[in-house]
């Protein structure tokens, strides 16, 4: 059973440029949230979409922007990028909202590098 | 808010010498607490769930236990292959925009020698 996929692996972007990142999640799984993940503070969520539709979102400016498709695959948007939106990317799906079924699953996260 | 924190923050043990990693929390109504281990450059991978003070679950080496105010992380006889950063996070009852967010620990980082 493949686990949740995120793409690309590795990003180096320029301060003010925009990123696009994407997340496949496990077959049959409805839900997909997104985290950033850095030194400093740790993992933080960002939002969470279910049928296609943003549930939930963290405390982050609106620059952090995604999107969730009917087939589930979400992506992630960060415009007007800055020097600490340097971080790891992680993705995670679940059967159903909130983590319903068996709780999150995660991918191996994209590692996006802001210069 | 809820807040959750991690302790000790790196943890250096001996192959075979067990020991605890705790997370004590702050949160409004938990639905659940998770535990999660994540390996250098990779994402978190699930360990344990526990919903209820008093719940206890184990796989393997490890054996995860709850309070209404702490969780702990029970690691017997760890091997080398142990090594890694333990997270903890909450999750608190529905209601709100928050409701399917996980609110992380800053980890624990364990590091099991021969």
């Known amino acids: 059973k493949a686990g949740v996929t995120q793409t690309p692996r590795y990003l180096i972007k320029t301060r003010g440029q925009q990123v696009t990142l994407s997340c496949s999640p496990i077959?049959?799984?409805?839900?997909v949230s997104w985290y950033q993940q850095t030194p400093g503070q740790g993992l933080q969520f960002l939002f969470e979409?279910?049928?296609?539709?943003?549930?939930n979102k963290g405390n982050f400016p609106g620059r952090f922007s995604g999107r969730q498709f009917s087939n589930s695959r979400s992506e992630m948007n960060v415009s007007t990028l800055e020097l600490g939106d340097s971080a790891l990317y992680l993705c995670?799906?679940?059967?159903?909202?909130?983590?319903?079924?068996?709780?999150?699953?995660f991918g191996s996260g994209t590692r996006l590098t802001v210069v | 808010e809820d807040q959750v924190t991690q302790s000790p923050e790196a943890l250096r043990l001996q192959e075979g010498e067990s020991s605890s990693l705790n997370c004590s929390y702050t949160?409004?109504?938990?639905?659940?607490l998770f535990w999660y281990r994540q390996d250098p450059g990779k994402g978190p991978e699930f360990l344990f769930t526990l919903y209820s003070a008093g719940e206890e679950k184990e796989k393997e080496r490890l054996k995860a236990t709850l309070t209404k105010k702490e969780s702990f992380l029970h690691i017997t006889a760890p091997k080398p292959e142990d090594s890694a950063t333990y997270l903890c996070?909450?999750?608190?009852?529905?209601?709100?925009?928050?409701?399917?967010?996980?609110?992380f620990g800053q980890g624990t980082i364990l590091t099991v020698h021969p």
């Open positions: 995670a799906s679940s059967l159903g909202l909130g983590g319903a079924g068996y709780g999150y699953t």
């Open positions: 949160v409004s109504g938990l639905r659940g």
């Open positions: 077959s049959g799984h409805r839900s």
């Open positions: 996070a909450v999750q608190h009852l529905a209601g709100g925009t928050s409701y399917g967010k996980l609110t």
């Open positions: 979409y279910f049928s296609e539709t943003q549930r």
